[in-house]
Each structure stands twice: as C-alpha cells, then as structure tokens.
C-alpha cells in the first residue's frame, strides 16, 4: 500500500483524553505493521502530547502544545503545526520533532540524539544540557542557551542571547546573527561561507596543558583569560576538545 493511501488515524482530543491517545500512540512500539499516519485535532495546549514514542511512525499535531511536547521521542516524526510549551522534544532519543512556530524555554533539553526544527523562535536554555543530536533553530534562541551542553550541535539562524554556552563540554553552536554574550569556557570564531556569509561559530575553551608553578602555600594560581576570537576560511573549524570533567553545582 502506497503512503498515500494508509489510512490516517484521526484523534479529537475535544471527545478524547490524552492518556488515551498516548497509549494508542504507545501501543504501536514492536509492530510488524504500525499504524504509520496520526492526526492530532484540538490540542488546546495539552502538556506531554506524543510522549515515550518509540516507534517509525509520524504525528500531525493540528495546533498548540503544551509542556513536554514529544518527550522521550524515539523513531517517530512529531510536527507540531503552532507554537510549544517548555520542554519540548525533552529527552529526545532519536526520531524528528518540528514545530512551525516557536518554542518556551529548555526546548531540546538532554536530547541525546535525533534532530529538533524549531521554525519560530526558542526561549531561554534552548538545548540546555544537551547530550547529543541536533536542534536548528530558524527565529533567535534565549539566554542561557546550550547551558553545560555536552555534546551535539545547535544551529541559530537568528540571534542567541546572554551567557551563550555556559560551561559548554565538546557540543558545538553555529549562530547566524548576533551573540549578545558567552558564558563561561566557551570560545567564539567567526566563520565565513563560501557566498562571503558571516557565522558565529562557539567551541569549548581548550584546556591548557602548560605546567603550572605552585604557590607557597602549595596550590597553583587560579588562571584568568578572556575568550579570543579567530577566522577560519572553511564551513568547520579545529575542535579543540577537553576531557570531560565534574561540576560542582
């Protein structure tokens, strides 16, 4: 049978509970044969939509979410056609997550693997902890943005706000627009394309290796820098990676 003949599963959730629709959602993981094609009507801003999916199916949100929004995601593609709440895509594992317009705070956050579209703009510590995959963001991202972001990439093709990968591990960021700061250990470099096209490209801070001379009172001397920024010619630039390491928090 073609695509565009399966049969389209349409769920009211006016006449329907979410638990209900959730658990029909759920039901698809480990068949031979899932029923591939989901309608969501009336959302009416329902929080943890299409969560714990794991199965290759897709998911037609017909408006707004609410929180946790596609959390846990594995396999399926989940297109959210309006706005979502916080959380979004949390946890994703793998799979495909779009939302047409835009996203409230900590959208991607510990993804670990798959890919994020958010068409509008994300708010605040977008891709915060993030441990993997990818979020591209085609509006402008919050402060705090890729907080403690271990790994994975996030790609803004507006404007990022303050404190912009604090305590950035390995993960890279690409920003189009303008940074209105870095957090801690993370490193800006400007990028050029081949059409002339200015990127912002922002890497973890390299850790120095230099020996360093202890004090009398048998501690090294805390080091102070500031970040520096350098061009590269190319779409990619040298990843100057760093052992990963605990924090205090």
């Not at 998911?59 to 946790?68: D, K, L, Q, R, S």
């Not at 995601?73 to 997550?97: D, F, H, P, W, Y």
């Not at 907080?147 to 990968?165: C, P, S």
């Not at 040298?238 to 052992?243: F, W």
Request: charged letters at 20%; aromatic letters at 2%.
């Amino acid at each position: 049978m073609s695509a565009t003949a399966e049969k389209v599963q349409t769920v009211d959730l006016a006449s329907t509970p979410l638990r209900e629709l959730n658990q029909r959602l759920h039901d698809q993981a480990g068949k031979d044969d899932p029923e591939r094609h989901w309608r969501v009507l009336n959302p009416s801003g329902a929080h943890a939509l299409a969560c714990g999916v794991d199965a290759p199916i897709e998911v037609e949100i017909m408006g707004h979410a609410g929180y946790y929004c596609a959390g846990m995601n594995k396999q399926a593609s989940i297109t959210v056609r309006g706005n979502a709440g916080v959380g979004l895509a949390e946890n994703i594992m793998s799979g495909v997550v779009r939302v047409t317009g835009s996203a409230s705070q900590a959208a991607g956050a510990t993804a670990r693997g798959g890919l994020i579209v958010i068409e509008g703009d994300a708010s605040a510590r977008c891709g915060i902890s993030l441990k993997g995959g990818d979020i591209v963001v085609h509006g402008s991202v919050g402060h705090m943005s890729a907080f403690m972001a271990q790994t994975g990439r996030i790609v803004v093709l507006g404007d990022a706000g303050d404190a912009l990968g604090d305590s950035l591990y390995e993960a890279r960021i690409y920003v189009r627009g303008s940074v209105k700061g870095l957090g801690a250990d993370c490193v800006e470099k400007e990028m050029r394309t081949s059409t002339g096209r200015s990127w912002r490209s922002c890497s973890p801070r390299p850790v120095s290796t230099a020996p360093t001379r202890a004090t009398s009172a048998g501690t090294a001397p805390r080091a102070t820098s500031t970040p520096s920024t350098s061009t590269t010619r190319g779409a990619t630039d040298d990843c100057h990676r760093r052992p990963a390491r605990e924090r205090a928090l």
